[in-house]
C-alpha cells in the first residue's frame, strides 16, 4: 500500500499545520477547518468521489481503478507497475 490512509491524512494535516504559518493549535485546526470547507474528513472523501463519478464513464472507471490498486496493492506499488496494472484488461492476456 503507497500509506495507511490514516498515517497519510495525519501527515498531510501535519504539514499544513507546519506550512501554514499559525502559532497556536487553535488558529491552526481553524484554518483546517476552512480548507476542507467545514465538512470534516468523510465529507471531503465523498466530495472527491462524487468529482470522480462525474467526469464520465471512461475517466471516472479509470480514476476508480487507480484508487483501487493504491490502496490494496502490498508492498507499495510503483508507478510503472500502476501503469501496466491499468492497461491490462479484466480477463486480458496481451496488453492493450
Same mark, same amino acid.
Request: aromatic content about 4%; hydrophobic content about 25%; proline content about 0%.
Given at each position: 500500500m503507497i500509506a495507511d490512509s490514516g498515517s497519510k491524512i495525519?501527515?498531510?494535516? #501535519?504539514?499544513?499545520?507546519? /506550512?501554514?504559518?499559525?502559532?497556536? +493549535?487553535?488558529?491552526?485546526?481553524?484554518s483546517l477547518d476552512v480548507m476542507t470547507n467545514g465538512v470534516? #474528513?468523510?465529507?471531503?472523501? /465523498?466530495?472527491?468521489?462524487?468529482? +470522480?463519478?462525474?467526469?464520465?464513464?471512461?475517466?471516472?472507471?479509470l480514476a476508480m481503478a487507480t484508487l483501487i490498486w493504491i490502496s490494496h496493492s502490498e508492498p507499495a506499488i510503483h508507478i510503472g507497475e500502476l501503469r501496466e496494472a491499468l492497461v491490462v484488461g479484466i480477463g486480458s492476456r496481451d496488453i492493450e
Open positions: 495525519s501527515a498531510c494535516f #501535519l504539514e499544513h499545520s507546519r /506550512n501554514s504559518g499559525e502559532a497556536t +493549535i487553535h488558529k491552526r485546526r481553524e470534516g #474528513l468523510g465529507g471531503v472523501y /465523498n466530495a472527491t468521489l462524487d468529482r +470522480i463519478k462525474g467526469q464520465g464513464k471512461g475517466k471516472s472507471a
